[in-house]
């Protein structure tokens, strides 16, 4: 980041295209476009949080696009929130206030609000014996 506060980004910089694998494109890898023999590890880093952020930001715009709701703030939380670089970038990235939260684990508890029952009564559910019908199953097909 340093490189770019001090009048480097005069140069188009060199950016992470489309980062990761995806579950409708498993195989897909990211790509660094703009490298050249001036390119830094700082350049790099920039980059890399660079196009984490506009991944996010895309699927923030299709979540705003799906629900007709446009985003008024980002509540940054877990490891990223950590980043001084994603802090630093981020806003900009977004274009909306960014609140950072005291550090916690927010993340963990949100996991384990998830799992709690409900506070509504549910109804019963039969019972179903899968393991003996997964048992035949497997007893009629052991040759195979």
């Not at 699927?59 to 670089?85: F, H, P, Y």
């Not at 806003?91 to 960014?98: C, E, R, S, T």
């Not at 684990?105 to 998830?114: D, F, L, N, S």
Request: hydrophobic share 40%.
């Amino acid at each position: 980041m340093e490189a770019y506060q001090h009048g480097r980004a005069r140069r188009q910089p060199p950016a992470l295209l489309r980062w990761g694998a995806t579950p409708n494109r498993p195989d897909a890898t990211g790509v660094f476009r703009g490298l050249t023999t001036d390119t830094t590890r700082e350049d790099i880093a920039r980059a890399t949080v660079e196009g984490i952020l506009c991944s996010m930001r895309d699927a923030m715009v299709a979540l705003e696009n799906a629900t007709q709701q446009e985003k008024k703030r980002v509540l940054l939380i877990g490891g990223g929130a950590k980043s001084k670089a994603i802090r630093t970038i981020a806003p900009a990235i977004f274009g909306v206030d960014l609140l950072v939260p005291e550090p916690g684990e927010y993340v963990a508890m949100g996991a384990a609000r998830q799992v709690l029952p409900p506070a509504w009564a549910t109804a019963s559910t039969p019972h179903h014996d899968t393991v003996a019908r997964y048992e035949e199953r497997r007893d009629l097909t052991e040759g195979w």
